[in-house]
């Protein structure tokens, strides 16, 4: 059985920097990239950022030039580090695991293909 347990959400202050980490266990074999998503309560859940097995890597426009997506294969984690939060990036984030057969989306994985999810953690920006 698979299972993605993220952590590291927390309250930081405009401007500051958080790292998100997802462990993943069972066999996900058959997915070949890991991405992070949001979602504010009554919208949508948003790809944030996305990495394939070859260590290409998307992200939403948004979060550009501000958050890194990596992955250490070794400890089956990925890692998302946000730097210069916003308020706007107040959200509870989601790991996923999916094909990226053809390709990572502009905001990462392409939703229809993520075959697993995290339960997810919350970060809160204030300030």
């Known amino acids: 059985q698979v299972q993605l347990v993220e952590s590291g959400g927390a309250s930081v202050q405009s401007g500051g920097t958080l790292t998100l980490s997802c462990v993943a266990s069972?066999?996900?074999?058959?997915?070949?990239?890991m991405g992070w998503f949001r979602q504010v309560s009554g919208k949508e859940r948003e790809g944030v950022a996305g990495i394939d097995s070859d260590g290409t890597t998307s992200y939403t426009d948004s979060v550009k030039g501000r958050f890194t997506i990596s992955q250490d294969y070794a400890k089956n984690t990925v890692y998302l580090l946000m730097s210069s939060l916003k308020p706007e990036d107040t959200a509870t984030y989601y790991c996923?695991?999916?094909?990226?057969?053809?390709?990572?989306?502009?905001?990462?994985?392409?939703?229809?293909?993520?075959?697993?999810w995290g339960k997810g953690t919350l970060v809160t920006v204030f300030g």
């Open positions: 996923a695991a999916g094909y990226c057969t053809g390709g990572l989306g502009p905001t990462g994985i392409p939703p229809e293909n993520v075959d697993y």
């Open positions: 069972g066999d996900i074999s058959g997915d070949d990239c």
